[in-house]
């Protein structure tokens, strides 16, 4: 059974920084593309970013670029998402989610049940 | 880059209708259109993928259809289940846009 679980949400002022992670099982980590995607309270989804299997590929939403690197560790199954420069209308439950392959280009086939982000002083 | 947009934003049908949610891509996508629904309060669940291809698990009632730049999911016989909030995806190249959503209720 495919499971993501994600950690690292939290309150954090604006201008700060968190990591995301998550652990995924149930599949072979390091054939599938990854993503984040987040909704803020009461709003649609939001593509933030994905890698692709080997890591060799990523790609960012312009709300995001600059200011959040995504990565993973296979070694691991791990995915992690480095939030910098953190502000207000990042606030959002932010799902790690896994594609049907190991290119980005790829439609997502699973998703954790997601972390709570709060930007706010 | 490629804006998608949903029609009609909500909608509200009688159980056992038929009803029909449409997605346009600002430019031609081809196939690489997904379709997701959003149960109140639950996680987002793959029902289409390529336009067309149902997801494995997901009841026959829903089907998916066309490409390039205008797209239709349709929901044959709706179910009180179907209560949701539906989304199309983009998936051809980055950035891979979610469509703003319709909300799908029982009248």
């Known amino acids: 059974e495919v499971q993501l679980l994600e950690s690292g949400g939290g309150l954090v002022q604006p201008g700060g920084s968190l990591r995301l992670s998550c652990a995924a099982s149930?599949?072979?980590?390091?054939?599938?593309?990854m993503s984040w995607v987040r909704q803020a309270p009461g709003k649609g989804l939001e593509w933030v970013s994905v890698i692709s299997d080997n890591g060799g590929s990523t790609y960012y939403a312009d709300s995001v670029k600059g200011r959040f690197t995504i990565s993973r560790d296979n070694s691991n199954n791990t995915l992690y998402l480095q939030m910098n420069s953190l502000r207000a209308d990042d606030t959002a439950v932010y799902y790690c989610?896994?594609?049907?392959?190991?290119?980005?280009?790829?439609?997502?086939?699973?998703w954790g049940q997601g972390t709570l982000v709060t930007v706010s002083s | 880059d490629i804006q998608m947009t949903q029609s009609p934003s909500s909608l509200s049908a009688s159980v056992g209708d038929r009803v029909t949610i449409t997605c346009r891509a600002s430019?031609?996508?081809?196939?690489?259109l997904a379709w997701y629904q959003q149960n109140p309060g639950k996680v987002p669940k793959l029902l289409i993928y390529?336009?067309?291809t149902l997801q494995s698990g997901v009841p026959s009632r829903f089907s998916g259809s066309g490409s390039g730049t205008d797209f239709t999911l349709t929901i044959s016989s709706l179910q009180p289940e179907d209560v949701a909030t539906y989304y199309c995806q983009k998936y051809n190249s980055a950035p891979f846009t979610f469509g703003p959503g319709t909300k799908v209720d029982i009248k």
């Open positions: 989610a896994k594609g049907r392959s190991g290119i980005a280009a790829a439609a997502i086939n699973y």
């Open positions: 149930g599949f072979s980590f390091n054939t599938y593309a």
């Open positions: 390529a336009a067309s």
């Open positions: 430019q031609g996508i081809s196939k690489y």
